[in-house]
């Protein structure tokens, strides 16, 4: 039994749509149906009504969501409890970080805010954003770090949470490069030879960002997807050996760049400039504030945090 499989079927049974609930848990929607599936398979019963439109649970699904949340309730209750017992650690700042600024942006933050800030004793669990977002609303990390777009705003409430902005980031289109230092795969494409385009999973959160790129494009750009994973450092590892062209946040290709191993693979027509936004639980609703979370956060708002 994997809780996530709880969670997944608590979403199915808000919304009754395998297609919405997989956009709201960040997975695609076969990966969201093979998990409802391994539910059926380990409660040994069927708990979907998948005859119906929109889709409805059966008898014993009905049974099943209300036990499914209260097991999800009582498994997050005993976890806050635990911390809040917890003497040593509190010292430690819990980040909940998406998979791709945990292997992009937040290592050379990290550099940065110790040389500016001094030492700091760190616990990064790397998620994808809708499991980062839950780390922070059921208090099981302290700061909570990921990218922010107007088009896809974090369900948030700023009564509850508050924000500090610690920069800005590009999302752009990359190739690798030929012998003539030229990228192999150039935007806009051809009608005719479209270009092998690499792309984010459907459901992901950069996938959408990039969606917003090709909607606003100033012309059509013709791709032919090819692959698609939810990590931006898988597209990159494809994008480097020569099988396509990848939208990627700019954070995770400097050392590629430098050495011309990728290239710039279009005009600036085709980025997306997105805001690298922190958010905590508001101090005087904190359930398990930490002195030295409080601490790092005060400095950054000083306005002295590294760009």
Known sequence: MDTKWLEDFVSLAETRSFSRSA???HVTQPAF???IQALEAWAGIDLVDRSAYPTRLT???ETFHAQALEIIGSLQATRNMMRSHQASGQDMVEFAVPHT???TFFPHWLMDLRQRFGDVKSRLSALNVHDAVM???EGSCDLLI?????????????D???MLSLGQETLAPYAKAGTDGQPLFRLPGKPGAPVPFLSYAPGAYMARLVEQIIKHAPTTLHLDPIYETDMAEGLKAMALEGHGLAFLPASSVRKELRARRLVAAGPSDYELTMEVRMYRERPELARHAK???HELWAWLQSGEAPG
Do not use: D, I
């Open 23 to 25: 956009q709201l848990r």
């Open 33 to 35: 149906s093979r998990r």
């Open 59 to 61: 008898p014993a699904g």
């Open 101 to 103: 600024m945990a292997f």
């Open 160 to 162: 509850r949470y508050e």
């Open 291 to 293: 002195p030295a979370a």
């Open 135 to 137: 780390r922070l609303t």
């Open 146 to 158: 990921s990218y922010h777009h107007a088009t896809q705003p974090l369900q948030l409430s700023s």
